[in-house]
T-cell receptor, first 114, second 108 residues
Framework: EPEVTQTPSHQVTQMGQEVILRCVPI?????FYWYRQILGQKVEFLVS????????KSEIFDDQFSVERPDGSNFTLKIRSTKLEDSAMYFC????????????FGNGTRLTVT | AQRVTQPEKLLSVFKGAPVELKCNYS??????LFWYVQYSRQRLQLLLR??SRESIKGFTADLNKGETSFHLKKPFAQEEDSAMYYC??????????FGQGTRLTINP
């Protein structure tokens, strides 16, 4: 069964550095998402992306965050200048267009900001 | 505003006992509700959704609009059911709103 893949599985970065989290969604999917989960807290929606543009974003997704689909296969989340509170698991997800298609999640990237 | 509440962070039951994981939601429209499961070191997986009205791995969940609930139930727990369970609201191309999650532990 096709899967959403995320790299790296764990990223450690220093406060103020830029990080790029990478995702390869399932190939025929058209809707893409980033969620995050701070340790001990709920999974929170960050952003959705469709037709090469952001379709919805949450309050968390401020100017420090950006998403891109640079080459038709990768879907990236960039954090421009990381803060300690950005430490979390970041999950990528994708959705097909078939009716009742479920959301498929990647394994997540654990981001640690020191 | 959309909100999902899972009142129990931790739930521990013995193997063979019935399990009920509670989920309540707040949504003004017609809700789509889901249960996701995350086994140790694995990704979030869809367990079931209310529109399917199916039973997966012995789990069922009924949408009760009057009580705004979507509790997950299984009559006889198995050790392999130990996992994190998340109730979620939304669906289609919409964002999902997750509850806090319940860590279910099945004791032998």
């Amino acid at each position: 069964e096709p899967e959403v893949t995320q790299t790296p599985s764990h990223q450690v970065t220093q406060m103020g550095q830029e990080v790029i989290l990478r995702c390869v969604p399932i190939s025929n999917h058209l809707y893409f998402y980033w969620y995050r989960q701070i340790l001990g807290q709920k999974v929170e929606f960050l952003v959705s992306f469709y037709n090469n543009e952001i379709s919805e974003k949450s309050e968390i997704f401020d100017d420090q965050f950006s998403v891109e689909r640079p080459d038709g296969s990768n879907f990236t989340l960039k954090i421009r200048s990381t803060k300690l509170e950005d430490s979390a698991m970041y999950f990528c997800a994708s959705l097909g267009v078939a009716y009742n298609s479920p959301l498929h999640f990647g394994n997540g990237t654990r981001l640690t900001v020191t | 505003a959309q909100r999902v509440t899972q009142p129990e962070k931790l739930l521990s039951v013995f193997k063979g006992a019935p399990v009920e994981l509670k989920c309540n939601y707040s949504y003004s429209g017609s809700p789509e509700l889901f249960w996701y499961v995350q086994y140790s070191r694995q990704r979030l997986q869809l367990l079931l959704r209310h529109i399917s009205r199916e039973s997966i791995k012995g789990f069922t969940a009924d949408l009760n609009k009057g009580e705004t609930s979507f509790h997950l139930k299984k009559p006889f727990a198995q050790e392999e059911d130990s996992a994190m369970y998340y109730c979620a609201l939304g669906g289609g191309a919409q964002k999902l709103v997750f509850g806090q999650g319940t860590r279910l532990t099945i004791n032998p």
